[in-house]
């Protein structure tokens, strides 16, 4: 199973940008559906984007990031990047990287392998 670390979370003012890290060991993430998701004290786990591990690197967001966020991944370094633009206070919350073995998209469902989680926080 793979072992995932976030970094990058912070303090941020709305409006500001952050890029957030997952760092993948102990397997190669080239075969593995790579997520993010995210949970704010109170309230369920919300999917926030995805990326295949095909050459095709389809993605799929949550409603909520289409057009702010972007998520990435670098298979020769193993990791993957979740770019934040135009963060609003509702983008607090804790951002959790996700991975899982599937061949097509089957929806936000069925992750297998979960990080601790990196903080982000947005003031206004």
């Known amino acids: 199973q793979v072992q995932l670390v976030e970094s990058g979370g912070g303090l941020v003012q709305a409006g500001g940008s952050l890029t957030l890290s997952c760092a993948a060991s102990g397997r190669s993430i080239n075969t593995y559906w790579m997520g993010w998701f995210r949970q704010a004290p109170g309230t369920e786990r919300e999917f926030v984007a995805a990326i295949s591990w095909a050459s095709d690197g389809r993605t799929f967001y949550g409603d909520f990031a289409k057009g702010r966020f972007a998520i990435s991944r670098d298979n020769a370094k193993n990791t993957v990047l979740l770019q934040m633009n135009s963060l609003k206070t509702e983008d607090t919350a804790r951002y959790y990287c996700?991975?899982?073995?599937?061949?097509?998209?089957?929806?936000?469902?069925?992750?297998?392998?979960w990080g601790q989680g990196t903080q982000v926080t947005v003031s206004s």
């Open positions: 996700a991975a899982k073995v599937a061949f097509g998209w089957t929806g936000p469902h069925g992750f297998q392998s």
